[in-house]
């Protein structure tokens, strides 16, 4: 991209796109949108398994987590086939919340996870977590979404995958579906909604059995990057409404300048 941008703005756009299948996504500053139809020809010329470039003009927002996209190079299909830890996944951009930078944490749940489990996963989406737990050990995942695009996602991505375990594709309000079906049936609850988990840890907690485990996961803002797995137990312990042990913090992710994704591993005694 030298000659067409400076070497500050090749700067700010580095790690600015992610590629999901034959897809690539790109955010960039204000000042660069301008020349974001260049720039998607010249990803889409370098990055010879790509076949689409895509802008994203807003957040990931709303209940169904979604964002909005426009077309900047290559083909318009915002539908895709990706592959990791030896499974595949049908993928769609624009209706389904999916991120290829948690793949690290999706393979330490798994490994995590123990022959005979219950996991709720509170907001599966297309059962990115859920599969490759069950695709490496034999547990019973129930994967609830209430984005119904997500969930016929991933009732097709449970029949892509031969599993060792099973995942149960359920559509629904996560506090409804655990009040009226999944209390207290949880040996391991997902909290994959950083950005409201407080809103529904009471719920969480109702769907756990005792000593059960929950992956609780939040954004922290942090001038240090090492303070922020503290921060983020100090914040959980504050929220927590029962007896609990913390197993371990981490941050899983950074989301933006001093602000960090970060899980909490907790044991719930109830």
Known sequence: ???????????????????????????????????????????????????????????????????????????????????????????????????????????????????????????GGIGMFSIIAAKKKKCTVYNIDINPDAIELCNQNIMLNKLKGKVESIAGDATKIIEERLSGKGDRILMLLPERSDEFLDSAIKASKKNAIIHYYCHIHSDKKNSVANLAKEHFMKVIKVKSEILGAKIVRPVGPRFYQAVVDAKISK
């Open 1 to 123: 991209m030298a000659g067409i941008l400076s070497e500050k703005e090749i700067a700010d756009l580095y790690g600015a796109f992610d590629q999901i299948g034959n897809i690539i996504i790109i955010r960039m500053p204000d000042s660069l949108v301008s020349k974001k139809k260049v720039i998607g020809k010249i990803l889409l010329q370098k990055i010879k398994t790509a076949k689409s470039v895509f802008y994203q003009s807003s957040p990931v927002e709303g209940d169904f987590r979604t964002r909005s996209l426009e077309l900047i190079a290559g083909e318009d299909s915002t539908e895709t086939e990706y592959k990791e830890y030896g499974c595949r996944f049908k993928v769609n951009v624009q209706k389904a919340f999916f991120s290829p930078r948690l793949s690290t944490e999706r393979n330490r749940i798994a490994d995590l996870v123990v022959d005979g489990e219950a996991i709720i996963n509170m907001f």
